[in-house]
């Protein structure tokens, strides 16, 4: 059974930097791209950074130049490293994996979630 086991997060101040991981666990055959996805209550959850096991990224604008997204295949984990962290930066982070599993289903999974805080 494949799970996200994500780790950081946590209260930050305003200019601060915090890291997340994520590492996938379990049997699954190809890893395609991994990310973080973030909300807030009442709100939709909006993509923040994702990348491809080729090392391509993606980014949502308000993250562009204070956030980093790397990944390491060999440990299928997934890092993001946030800087200059802001007030709205404040959600919940979801990672996901974009996975071909062992009965050759290609899905989404998702991490349980991690907070993050920014407030001074």
């Known amino acids: 059974q494949v799970q996200l086991v994500e780790s950081g997060g946590g209260l930050a101040q305003p200019g601060d930097s915090l890291g997340l991981s994520c590492r996938a666990t379990g049997r699954f055959f190809i890893n395609y791209s991994m990310g973080w996805y973030r909300q807030n209550p009442g709100k939709q959850r909006e993509l923040v950074a994702v990348?491809?096991?080729?090392?391509?990224?993606n980014y949502t604008d308000s993250v562009k130049g204070r956030f980093t997204i790397s990944r390491d295949n060999a440990k299928n984990t997934v890092y993001l490293q946030m800087n200059s962290l802001q007030p709205e930066d404040t959600a919940a982070y979801y990672c996901?994996?974009?996975?071909?599993?062992?009965?050759?289903?290609?899905?989404?999974?998702w991490g349980q979630g991690t907070q993050v805080t920014v407030s001074s």
């Open positions: 990348i491809t096991s080729g090392g391509s990224t």
């Open positions: 996901y994996a974009d996975l071909r599993d062992s009965n050759w289903n290609r899905r989404d999974y």
